[in-house]
């Protein structure tokens, strides 16, 4: 997680960097202890889940470059108050769709 | 404008800062798993892409880029928000990369070994994102940079 993030902090141009703000090291440590304690089906089903949060994902990261760039309004508002967003479209998707 | 890399930059990064990040990556995928017990694989599954780290990264560039302004006796300053901005919209063709990982990782996990699956997958995600950035760099530039 944190060369992932030290990669993002001395890569140049700054919309390059923020590739590494979607880096996948959440996924990587949580995936490797689940194929270790449940086996390597149960973490392939967490992984199609993960599809419709990487989607999800992308609207929030949208939504927060709009509203920073357009919205003038300041990083650390925006992208807490955007993981509310975050949290109530991936449950959406979660009851209308993976349920 | 072509991809280069400023080590000077982790010296300006203050080692809480890369504390914080690894504590809400690492809370994260304990809240992950937790609600993957609780609830199952497919609610679980969902907050493996949880945007943990994000905020945390685009209020330090916020914070660094204003810090910079400041010392050249500029004051106030909309530099900031710009570049978190421009990081954000980053992270949104990294998050599209995320999609490709999940989806290499759910077809492939099954069938290969765990260490390949992985490989393959990070792979992906890399290319993929590089390859969205150039797209996006090549043909909206004035937007982008």
């Given amino acids: 997680m944190s060369a992932f993030a ?3 902090d001395v890569l140049k ?3 390059f960097a923020g590739l590494f703000g979607a880096a996948p090291s959440i996924a990587l440590a949580t995936l490797g202890l689940t194929i270790a304690a449940n086996g390597k089906m149960y973490a392939a089903t ?5 599809i419709a949060g990487a989607l999800v994902f992308f609207l929030y990261a949208w939504l927060c470059s709009w509203l920073m760039l357009r919205g003038k309004l300041k990083a650390m508002p925006v992208t807490l108050s955007a993981l509310g967003l975050w949290l109530v479209c991936s449950i959406s998707i979660w009851f209308l769709v993976l349920r | 404008m072509k991809v280069s890399a400023d080590f000077s930059a982790l010296k300006k990064t203050k080692w809480y800062e890369y504390a914080v990040r690894f504590l809400l990556g690492g809370s994260v995928t304990v809240v ?3 609600l993957a017990k609780h609830y199952g694989p497919v609610f679980g599954g969902l907050f493996l892409a949880f945007p943990a ?3 945390a990264s685009a209020t330090l560039v916020d914070k660094h880029e204003r810090q910079k302004k400041q010392r050249a006796g500029i004051l106030p300053t909309t530099r900031g928000r710009q570049v978190a901005g421009v990081e954000a919209a980053g992270a949104a063709l990294g998050s599209l990369g995320l999609a490709i990982f999940a989806w290499i990782i759910w077809k ?3 069938l290969w070994n765990v260490a390949m699956v ?7 995600w890399l290319c993929a994102s590089c390859a969205l950035w150039w797209l996006r760099k090549k043909h909206w530039n004035h937007s982008l940079k």
Avoid: D, T
């Fill in chain 1, 6 to 8: 030290a990669l993002g």
């Fill in chain 1, 13 to 15: 141009p700054k919309s």
């Fill in chain 1, 46 to 50: 967490e992984a199609r889940s993960m």
């Fill in chain 2, 32 to 34: 992950a798993g937790l």
């Fill in chain 2, 53 to 55: 780290i994000f905020p």
């Fill in chain 2, 108 to 110: 492939l996990l099954p």
């Fill in chain 2, 118 to 124: 992985f490989i393959v997958a990070v792979s992906a």
